[in-house]
C-alpha cells in the first residue's frame, strides 16, 4: 500500500496506561499530565484528575520505568485554593512541568479556572510535596502555557496561548523574576481555511531544547461537522531567539486512531502536555490525555523527529496564514 505515513511515535501496548479505574480514591477521569524524570530515573507524572464535580486537581504517580507498577499518591497532591488564590475558583488543570538548574527546583504551570475563565499559573516545588505558589500569571483567558528552562537574554520565558477570537495563537513572554511579565511576541500563528491546524492552536509539552533549536510538540484543533478533532504538529525555534521560527511541518503527525483515544468525556482527542528523555539523549516518552478520560504514552526518537522535521518543515508557513 502507498498510504504510509511516517511513524514518529509509537503507542506502548499497555495504553493506556493510567484510567480512574487505577486511583486510590473516587474520581472521574484522569489525564493531561505533567511529566519529568527525577534525579533517580523514577518517571514522575503530575495528572490532572477531575472529580465528578468536573473540578480538577493534581496527583502524583511514579513509575521505575515510565510505563507500569505506577505508585499513586494516596490523597490529592495539589489542590485548588480558591480561598487565597480566587482564580482557582474552579480548580487546576493541564500542568507542564520543567526543571529550571537555576532555582534547583521544578516550575509547575498550569491552568486555574476562575470565575473569568482560565488564566495561567505558576507554583515552584523541590520535592512535589510543598510548593510555592506565584498565583496569576498570564490573565484569562489564556492556557496552554510552559517555561523554558533557562533564561534568555538575561529574562525567563513563558510559551502560553491567549485567546483572541475567532483564533488562538501561541505567544512568547518575558520576565525578569517570574511575577512581571511583558515584551510580549507572537510565535506561531494558527492558520486559516481548511488545515488541520487552522484557527486555534496551542502547546502541548514544554519545549525540548536540542542542538539545532528549541523543538515544540503543539496541538491544533480542527473542527468539522462531527466536532472538534485534536492532532499535533511540530516547529522548531530559533535557540537564543524562541519568538523565531526555524521550520513549522505542514503535516499533522500524531492523531485519536484508537479506541481509547475516540471515545471518552470528550472524543477524538490526544493532547501532551509532558514528556521524559532516555539516558541516551534521544528517546523521547510521550505521555498524554486519551479522550480526556485517560492517560497514555508513545515513544520516539528526537533525531528521527527532527530529521522529519528538517525534510518536511517549511520556513515560509512558520507565521503566516497560509
Not at 498565583?135 to 502560553?160: C, F, N, S, T, Y
Request: aromatic share 10%.
Amino acid at each position: 500500500m502507498n498510504n504510509q505515513h511516517a511513524e514518529l511515535f509509537r503507542r506502548h501496548k499497555l495504553n493506556p496506561i493510567l484510567s480512574a479505574a487505577n486511583w486510590p480514591y473516587p474520581v472521574n477521569s484522569i489525564f493531561n499530565p505533567g511529566a519529568t524524570l527525577l534525579p533517580d530515573g523514577t518517571t514522575l507524572l503530575l495528572c490532572r484528575v477531575e472529580d465528578r464535580r468536573g473540578h480538577s486537581h493534581f496527583t502524583v504517580a511514579r513509575s521505575d520505568n515510565g510505563a507500569d507498577n505506577w505508585r499513586i499518591e494516596s490523597r490529592p497532591t495539589l489542590l485548588a485554593n480558591p480561598e487565597n488564590f480566587p482564580e482557582e475558583l474552579w480548580g487546576i488543570e493541564d500542568p507542564r512541568v520543567t526543571y529550571i538548574p537555576e532555582l534547583s527546583k521544578y516550575a509547575v504551570v498550569y491552568t486555574a479556572f476562575s470565575r473569568d475563565g482560565p488564566g495561567v499559573s505558576l507554583a515552584l516545588t523541590e520535592d512535589f510535596h510543598s510548593f510555592e505558589r506565584y498565583g496569576v500569571i498570564m490573565a484569562p483567558e489564556d492556557k496552554d502555557a510552559a517555561l523554558l528552562p533557562r533564561r534568555i537574554g538575561g529574562q525567563w520565558a513563558l510559551i502560553h496561548r491567549p485567546v483572541s477570537a475567532p483564533r488562538a495563537h501561541m505567544w512568547i513572554s518575558f520576565s525578569p523574576d517570574l511575577r512581571h511579565w511583558g515584551n510580549h511576541k507572537l510565535m506561531l500563528e494558527a492558520r486559516r481555511g481548511a488545515w488541520w491546524d487552522a484557527n486555534k492552536i496551542g502547546l502541548s509539552p514544554p519545549p525540548i531544547e536540542t542542538p539545532r533549536g528549541w523543538l515544540v510538540i503543539y496541538h491544533g484543533v480542527r473542527q468539522t461537522a462531527a466536532g472538534a478533532i485534536y492532532r499535533l504538529g511540530l516547529a522548531l525555534f530559533d535557540l537564543q531567539a524562541p519568538e523565531h521560527c526555524i521550520k513549522r511541518g505542514d503535516e499533522w503527525i500524531f492523531g485519536p486512531q484508537e479506541v481509547y483515544e475516540q471515545r471518552g468525556d470528550v472524543d477524538n482527542v490526544v493532547f501532551p502536555c509532558g514528556y521524559t528523555i532516555a539516558q541516551d539523549g534521544d528517546t523521547i516518552n510521550i505521555y498524554y490525555g486519551a479522550a480526556d478520560t485517560s492517560i497514555a504514552m508513545a515513544t520516539g526518537s528526537l533525531r528521527s523527529i527532527l530529521d522529519w522535521l528538517e525534510r518536511h518543515g517549511d520556513e515560509s508557513t512558520a507565521t503566516l496564514n497560509g
